[in-house]
């Protein structure tokens, strides 16, 4: 087993930044990949970002290429996620997961997650 919980949420303007984290327990998180998905109200739970078990790779939705940095400190157990340039659209429930996750067509793909946080709401108001 795997205890994941998030931090890090909170209120912020548009334009603004924040840093998720994401502290693990149990099992040994080096062995994980991690990823970040969200779900915004009344909609499907989306990727955001994810990084492989050792961090020398990562992986991107689109919608936050450029503005979003996923890195781990396996040292720490932990995982994080800098948010810049936020903007509206960012607003939702921020979700870390943790999976043995062996190809690179699946970190997108929630279902390849074992482990998962309780969320941390993340809001950007205009």
């Known amino acids: 087993q795997v205890q994941l919980v998030e931090s890090g949420g909170g209120l912020v303007q548009v334009g603004g930044s924040l840093r998720l984290s994401c502290a693990a327990s149990?099992?040994?998180?080096?062995?994980?990949?991690m990823g970040w998905f969200r779900q915004a109200p009344g909609k499907e739970r989306e990727f955001v970002a994810a990084?492989?078990?050792?961090?020398?790779?990562?992986y991107y939705a689109d919608s936050v290429k450029g503005r979003f940095t996923i890195s781990r400190d396996n040292a720490k157990n932990t995982v994080y996620l800098q948010m810049n340039s936020l903007k509206p659209e960012d607003t939702a429930v921020y979700y870390c997961?943790?999976?043995?996750?062996?190809?690179?067509?699946?970190?997108?793909?929630?279902?390849?997650?074992?482990?998962w946080g309780q969320g941390t709401q993340v809001t950007v108001s205009s």
């Open positions: 990084i492989s078990w050792s961090g020398g790779s990562t």
């Open positions: 997961a943790a999976g043995t996750i062996y190809y690179y067509s699946d970190y997108a793909k929630d279902r390849k997650y074992d482990y």
């Open positions: 149990g099992r040994t998180f080096s062995l994980f990949a």
